[in-house]
């Protein structure tokens, strides 16, 4: 019976291996697929076959006695090896997909036996090679056990697949026009808070030093709530209104010649990037060398969530066990671990590129840094693990789910929608808070580096440094980004510094900045003319010139965002005065929008808008309204409002977006998530 029940499983789980219908798109990873699906499909039939003959080899089971010495445990074992892949195309067997917040892994894993004994009493005879009285079943039984540990010898041999840094490529000589042109340095830090001090202690204080010798603004807004359009406004200078990525989802439409980065390297700059985040991947236009190896989560990630999620591995350990191990088994340690500390392999790869630019005396550069570390899950590394934060400060009613962020954030996010739970879900917000600036803490220490290294090399430079967007921490009873457009989510910083030798403005701006500044300003450095007058045209300012204040000052920001669940939201703010409405589309799409207003505060008197004057507001905030009207019609001349026209998310893109948060709806959790068990910290989110 042993021998048979392990033999089934062995040949499906070999089934399953070879064929790797479940991870199809993972292609790189087929070899890692292979060895986790057998030792884990193995090791536990083996102590199911050990369970089964302990339990059925009594007396008061003859009638199972009898029928296992014909080798009906073969297709037992069988069906046990085969569930994995059964429970893709049998939704009700998948247990992650389905509604069962309060069951532990062990009653999943009692669903999951139930084929496997149910196949157990009532198959037929197996076949002849199988059955205890022939030879060959000792070969049968014996042949996934060696397939399983040839593969993972040549696992140990070939090593982990890691993505290796693309290669810039070698220097052409000097273009006599960029002579004297200074090099370009763009910092992106993703869902830094403008708010990142904790009383005495600045989580940054290289800002502040940079700030004694450059010129910052105490007001940045972003065009966004969300990654990539936010980035569309710093990388290519344009409004909200200006394309139709109002989310995530909608993804990089803007044309490749409207990326600055392009503009650059045709007028001679060479160009590198690096970035952490794979919602930035659409903007490796213009760039040699564009480092997304450990941005481009792709088949790691896949492989993680499959190979930790609906296995037998996944059904006796536990998710988070599972992933732990999965982590270990691909030999994913220190810089290579996406999060924590994804910021150190970020600065090692910049700090190379850096190095081989600076080579070329008489090439300006551009070099274009994007840091994830601030971007949950806040998972900080133990050199700055619990400065801030104890895990005691988290309610007890988290405790439980305090190592899966995803389902912890969503806990919390509907705790916050109920004034019964509000108050600890606060609380638990708080702690979140501790996490994130243990995050940035660290984030600081790898920024040092990398400006360190800019000074070093001696070369006149222009260094900006900003973010895409803030975070909510239970302001306004919501949480993470990609919702709402208030001060805590479109509030970033800006510094911006001259570096050996190259000038710059000094001190504190009076007026607000935005986004859509930094490509102007850094056309400005660089020579490069920017066309102006169309809607594909730079609005931003060059922030380089003093005699920009005056419009600064008077200018109108606008904001938005999209989603499925509220449609259309933008903001428009202007010195004291913020409007937010919703752009609603009329159901004739030939027929412009309408403008719903909604929210209006006096940012003065309330700088956390906690107070609606709307019913009270009068002609002061016309032109705001104005400007969400015009919005509206500009977005309708482009065909925003025509579902026909988008391009659909590939299967794949809205997972990852699930798993980093930027969805309406999060995706339901595994049951597993609400063990209580003690284990490894998760992976990204929104």
């Known amino acids: 019976m042993f021998r048979a029940f392990v033999s089934g499983a062995g040949l499906a789980a070999l089934i399953d291996a070879v064929l790797a219908l479940r991870v199809a798109a993972v292609k790189g990873l087929r070899l890692e697929y292979f060895q986790w699906a057998m030792f884990g499909t193995l090791s536990v039939a083996i102590l199911v076959a050990i369970g089964l003959k302990l339990v059925l080899g009594r007396k008061r089971y003859s009638g199972w006695q009898l029928r296992l010495a014909d080798g009906q445990a073969f297709w037992a074992g069988v069906m046990m090896g085969l569930m994995p892949m059964i429970s893709v195309y049998l939704p009700f067997l998948e247990v992650r997909k389905l509604p069962l917040f309060q069951l532990n892994r062990y009653v999943c894993l009692v669903i999951w036996m139930i084929p496997v004994l149910l196949v157990l009493r009532i198959a037929p005879k197996a076949p002849r090679f199988v059955r205890p009285q022939y030879r060959r079943s000792n070969v049968v039984f014996l042949l996934p056990i060696l397939v399983a540990v040839l593969s993972y010898g040549y696992g140990l041999s070939v090593g982990p697949k890691l993505k290796p840094r693309p290669e810039l490529p070698a220097a052409a000589g000097l273009q006599t026009e960029l002579a004297g042109r200074p090099d370009i340095v763009l910092v992106s830090l993703d869902t830094l808070r403008k708010d990142i001090q904790r009383g005495s202690i600045e989580l940054l204080p290289l800002l502040g030093e940079l700030k004694k010798t450059g010129w910052w603004s105490e007001r940045c807004l972003s065009t966004s709530n969300q990654t990539v359009p936010g980035h569309i406004g710093m990388l290519a200078g344009l409004e909200q209104d200006q394309h139709i990525v109002n989310q995530n989802s909608e993804l990089l439409a803007t044309p490749d010649s409207l990326l600055f980065a392009t503009q650059l390297k045709e007028h001679g700059y060479r160009t590198a990037g690096v970035i952490s985040n794979a919602m930035v991947n659409g903007f490796s236009a213009g760039f040699e060398a564009f480092d997304n190896?450990?941005?481009?989560?792709?088949?790691?990630?896949?492989?993680?969530?499959?190979?930790?999620?609906?296995?037998?591995?996944?059904?006796?350990?536990?998710?988070?066990?599972?992933?732990?191990?999965?982590?270990?088994?691909?030999?994913?340690?220190?810089?290579?671990?996406?999060?924590?500390?994804?910021?150190?392999?970020?600065?090692?790869?910049?700090?190379?590129?850096?190095?081989?630019?600076?080579?070329?005396?008489?090439?300006?550069?551009?070099?274009?840094?994007?840091?994830?570390?601030?971007?949950?899950?806040?998972?900080?590394?133990?050199?700055?693990?619990?400065?801030?934060?104890?895990?005691?400060?988290?309610?007890?009613?988290?405790?439980?789910?305090?190592?899966?962020?995803?389902?912890?954030?969503?806990?919390?996010?509907?705790?916050?929608?109920?004034?019964?739970?509000?108050?600890?879900?606060?609380?638990?917000?708080?702690?979140?808070?501790?996490?994130?600036?243990?995050?940035?803490?660290?984030?600081?220490?790898?920024?040092?580096?990398?400006?360190?290294?800019?000074?070093?090399?001696?070369?006149?430079?222009?260094?900006?440094?900003?973010?895409?967007?803030?975070?909510?921490?239970?302001?306004?009873?919501?949480?993470?980004?990609?919702?709402?457009?208030?001060?805590?989510?479109?509030?970033?910083?800006?510094?911006?510094?001259?570096?050996?030798?190259?000038?710059?403005?000094?001190?504190?701006?009076?007026?607000?900045?935005?986004?859509?500044?930094?490509?102007?300003?850094?056309?400005?450095?660089?020579?490069?003319?920017?066309?102006?007058?169309?809607?594909?045209?730079?609005?931003?300012?060059?922030?380089?010139?003093?005699?920009?204040?005056?419009?600064?000052?008077?200018?109108?920001?606008?904001?938005?965002?999209?989603?499925?669940?509220?449609?259309?939201?933008?903001?428009?703010?202007?010195?004291?005065?913020?409007?937010?409405?919703?752009?609603?589309?009329?159901?004739?799409?030939?027929?412009?929008?309408?403008?719903?207003?909604?929210?209006?505060?006096?940012?003065?008197?309330?700088?956390?808008?906690?107070?609606?004057?709307?019913?009270?507001?009068?002609?002061?905030?016309?032109?705001?309204?104005?400007?969400?009207?015009?919005?509206?019609?500009?977005?309708?001349?482009?065909?925003?409002?025509?579902?026909?026209?988008?391009?659909?998310?590939?299967?794949?893109?809205?997972?990852?977006?699930?798993?980093?948060?930027?969805?309406?709806?999060?995706?339901?959790?595994?049951?597993?998530?609400?063990?209580?068990?003690?284990?490894?910290?998760?992976?990204?989110?929104?």
Not at 361 to 390: G, I, Q
Not at 466 to 493: A, C, K, Q, W
């Open 293 to 686: 190896s450990r941005a481009d989560y792709g088949e790691r990630y896949h492989f993680m969530r499959l190979a930790s999620g609906s296995t037998w591995f996944s059904k006796v350990y536990g998710v988070r066990r599972a992933t732990s191990m999965v982590e270990k088994w691909l030999g994913l340690t220190g810089a290579e671990t996406l999060p924590p500390g994804m910021s150190a392999y970020t600065t090692e790869s910049a700090l190379q590129y850096l190095n081989q630019l600076v080579k070329a005396p008489n090439r300006p550069f551009h070099l274009f840094v994007h840091y994830m570390d601030a971007h949950s899950p806040y998972s900080p590394p133990a050199s700055t693990m619990e400065r801030f934060s104890k895990a005691s400060d988290l309610p007890e009613p988290y405790r439980k789910v305090r190592f899966d962020n995803r389902l912890l954030i969503n806990r919390i996010r509907a705790d916050l929608d109920s004034e019964q739970t509000r108050g600890q879900a606060k609380q638990a917000a708080s702690h979140l808070r501790d996490l994130y600036d243990e995050e940035v803490l660290y984030l600081g220490e790898q920024l040092k580096r990398l400006v360190d290294g800019v000074q070093a090399s001696g070369r006149p430079t222009l260094l900006i440094i900003t973010s895409d967007h803030g975070e909510f921490f239970g302001e306004h009873n919501l949480m993470e980004h990609s919702r709402e457009l208030y001060n805590e989510i479109v509030d970033v910083p800006f510094v911006m510094v001259g570096v050996n030798g190259f000038q710059v403005p000094t001190g504190e701006s009076p007026n607000i900045v935005s986004l859509t500044d930094v490509v102007p300003t850094m056309a400005a450095a660089a020579g490069v003319g920017l066309n102006r007058g169309t809607n594909q045209s730079c609005r931003g300012l060059n922030l380089l010139d003093p005699a920009n204040a005056e419009e600064m000052a008077h200018r109108i920001h606008l904001m938005a965002w999209n989603s499925n669940a509220h449609g259309l939201i933008a903001a428009a703010q202007r010195g004291q005065w913020k409007v937010i409405g919703r752009i609603v589309p009329n159901q004739d799409l030939n027929e412009l929008p309408s403008l719903e207003r909604m929210e209006v505060y006096n940012l003065d008197l309330d700088p956390k808008e906690a107070n609606n004057v709307i019913a009270d507001s009068g002609s002061e905030v016309d032109d705001l309204w104005q400007r969400l009207e015009d919005a509206g019609g500009s977005w309708h001349s482009q065909d925003a409002f025509d579902s026909s026209k988008r391009q659909d998310l590939a299967a794949q893109d809205r997972d990852l977006m699930h798993h980093l948060g930027y969805a309406d709806e999060p995706p339901p959790p595994s049951n597993s998530d609400v063990e209580s068990h003690a284990a490894t910290s998760g992976k990204l989110t929104d």
